[in-house]
C-alpha cells in the first residue's frame, strides 16, 4: 500500500542507516497522519450527508428539493472513492512533498485583483472558501506549522530557501478539492463540503501537527526548537536561527485577499455612488475623516429605550451621502470617498440586511442589534479584517450576543430578565463610548463572558435536574405501561378467578415495575415475566404425565417466589397468609381437571375476542391515515436529526411562539424533553408528534451558527446571483 521509491529528498550525503531511519520516521508520521484525518473525513462527509438532508426538508420548492437529494445521492455514491482518493494524496504529500511556492489555487494561480475579473463565479467562491480555511489555520496553529516546517526540511534534506511541509493546510485543502473533483454537484452543495472539512479538519488540524512533531522530536529532528513568533514590525530577533520566523506578512495577505474577492463579487453589481473616478475633480477624504463624520451621529440618549420600534436596517449609503454634502469646501469642489470605502459601506449594509431578517434572532434582540449599524461602520473603516478574521473582538462581541439570545422568547419580561439587560447595556456602552478603540469590545467581551458563565453554570445545575426528573418519571411512565400491557395480553385468554387477577393486576404488578426499573444484569424483568407465565400455566390441568410431574416440582418454588415478590413491595402484608392459601387452593383444583374438560377449553378459548371482519373497502379515514403516513416520513427522518442542546421555536394555534432547546431524548419512552434558557421543563413531546408539528409548520430547529459567519456566507451567495 505505500510506495517507498517515493521518498527521494533524503540529504544525498547521508549514511545509509540514517537514511533508512528518516525513511522509517516518515512511514511512521504517514501511517498516523493518514489514519487520524481519514477519521476525521468521515465525520465531514456524515456531516455533509445531514446538512443536505436538512436542506431539502427545508426546501422551498420541489425542484429545490430534487436539487438536494441528488446531491445527496452523488455523495454518498462515490463517498468511498473521495475517501481513498483523499488517502492516496495524503500518500503523495509524504512520497514527494510539495515546497511551499508550489501550492497554487485550483484556478492554477493565486488570487489578484486583476486575476478575479478572469475567474468565473462558481470558481471564485471556491476560493474564497478555501483561503479562509487556509489563513485561520495558518494563523491559530502558526507555531506548530512553522516547527513541522523546519524539522520536515532537516528530514528531507532540504535548503532553508526551499522549506517542505507536507501537512500545510494548502497542501491539505488541495488534496480534498482533488478528490472531490468528479463529485457532480453545484457550487452551493461543493461549499458545503468544503465547510464541513473546515469544521471537522482543518479545526481538529492541532491535534494531527503535535503527534507529527512529537514523533520528530523523538526522533532527535531538531529537538529543542524554540518558535518565538512575530514581534514589532521584524519578523526576526538577533540571535535567531532564521528558522523560527512567522511567514512574513501572509495573515494580513490572506485577510485582504479574501476582502478583495468579496470586492470583486461588488464590482460586478456596478454600484457606486459615493465614491469618485479618477480625475473627476472630487476631493476624497481620508479614512480618518469619514470616521470623524461618522462620530458626528449622535448617539441614543442614555435614558432612551433602545428597544422601542422595530429592528430597521439603515441605508448607510444615504447617511453617508448626507455627510458628505456637509462637506462641500468653499470652492465648491465635491468631496467623496474612494471605492474601498464605499464597498465597506454596502457590505456591512448587506450584513446587517441579513441579521435584521434572520428569523434566528428574536425579535427584541434584532432590535438591539439593529442599533449597532454605525458602530460596527465604524468599526470597519478603521479595521476591515473584521470580514475575515473570526476572532476580531467586535466580531467575537456580535456573534456571543445572537447566540445567548437565541433563546430569548416575545413572551419574557424584559425588565426582569437579566440577559436581556445585559445585552441592553452592552449596545447602549458601545453607543456611548466606541471612539475607534477596539479595546472597548475586548472588555465588553470579558464581561460578557463571564456573565454567560455565572448564568450558564446556574442553567446547566438546573437543566441537569430537571433532565434527570424527567428520566425517571418518563421510565416510571413507561414501567407502568409495560407492566400492564403484558399483563393484559397475558391474561385476556383465559377466565381466570378474582383472586388470581387481584394478585396479578394489584400485587405481582409493582414486582414487575421494580424489576423494569432496576432491569440489571440479573435479568429480574424476564424472571418476573416467567413468574406469570409460570403460574398460567401451573393454573390449566395438565393431561400428561410428564407434565403433572413437572407442575408437582414448579408449583412449591412458585409460590415461593411469590411470596417473597410481595412481601418486597409489602402488598397487603395483613391477608398475605390467607391469600397464599387460595392461591394454593386454585392451583390444586386445575390439578384435579380432567383433561378432556382442558382440551375443551384449549379449542374454544372462553376470552379469544372475535377477529374483525374485513370489509374491503377502504375508508375516508382510512385514506387519509396512510397519506398523512406517507408525507409524515421524510419528517420523521428530519426529528431524528434533532440532537440534544439544539433550539427550536414552537408556534401554537393562538398564535403564540416560545423558544426552548432539547435537553434530552429518553428512548425508552420515545419522548423528547426541551427546557427553557433557565433548565426549567417547557414541553415534551413524542417523536411523532414532533413530526406533525414539523409537517404543519409548528416547528422550526433554529441556526445555532455563529452569527457574522452565516450573514457573509448569505452576502456572498446574494452577490453572485446579482453578479449572473
Known sequence: MTNQSGIHYLHGQATS??????MKEVQNIREVVTA???????????????????????ARSNNEQNRFFEAMREVRIKRKGVEKRFQEALFNLFDTPPSPSSARTPAGESLTAESLSLVNNDVLEQEVAINAMVSKAKAHFQGTLLQLQVRFSVLYGRPESEPVNPLSPEHLCAALVESIADLDIQIRERLIVLKQFDRYVIANLGMILD?????????GIVPNFKYRGKTG???????????AVSEPGFAGEEEEGS???????????????????????????SDNELFSLLARIPAQP?????????PVALDLRQVVGELLSEQKGSNGERTAIDEVDEDLINLVSMLFEFILEDYNLSPPIQVLISRLQIPILKVVIKDRSFFSKATHPARRLLNALARAGIGWSDSNEKNRDKLYEQIHTIVQRILEEYDGDIAIFESLNEEFDRFLARENRKATLVEQRTRESERGRIKSQKAQETVDRVLNEKMRMRALPDSIRNILQNGWSRVMFLAYLRDDNEHRWTQTVRVVDDLLWCLKPQPHEDDRAQWVRLVPSLLKTLRAGLEEVSYNAARLDEMMLGLKRELAEAFRRQALEEASEDSSPAMAPPPPVASGIQTAVEREQELENAAMAEHMLAVEGIGAGTWVEFSLVNGTRFRCKLSAIIEEADSYVFVNRMGLKVVEKKRLDLAHDMRRGRLTVLEQGALIDRALDSVVGSLRRKAG
Open 233 to 243: 514590525a521584524s519578523a526576526t530577533s538577533p540571535g535567531n536561527t532564521g528558522h
Open 17 to 22: 542507516g540514517r537514511r533508512g531511519t528518516a
Open 211 to 219: 503527534e507529527a512533531n512529537r514523533i520528530l522530536i523523538q526522533s
Open 36 to 58: 487520524g484525518l481519514s477519521d476525521l473525513l468521515q465525520g465531514t462527509f456524515d456531516s455533509v450527508d445531514d446538512s443536505l438532508f436538512e436542506l431539502a426538508n427545508n
Open 259 to 285: 476582502f478583495a474577492v468579496i470586492r470583486q463579487l461588488l464590482a460586478r453589481t456596478g454600484d457606486h455612488r459615493l465614491s469618485a473616478p479618477a480625475g473627476s475633480g472630487a476631493r476624497l477624504i
Open 302 to 310: 442614555t435614558t432612551a429605550d433602545l428597544t422601542v420600534g422595530q
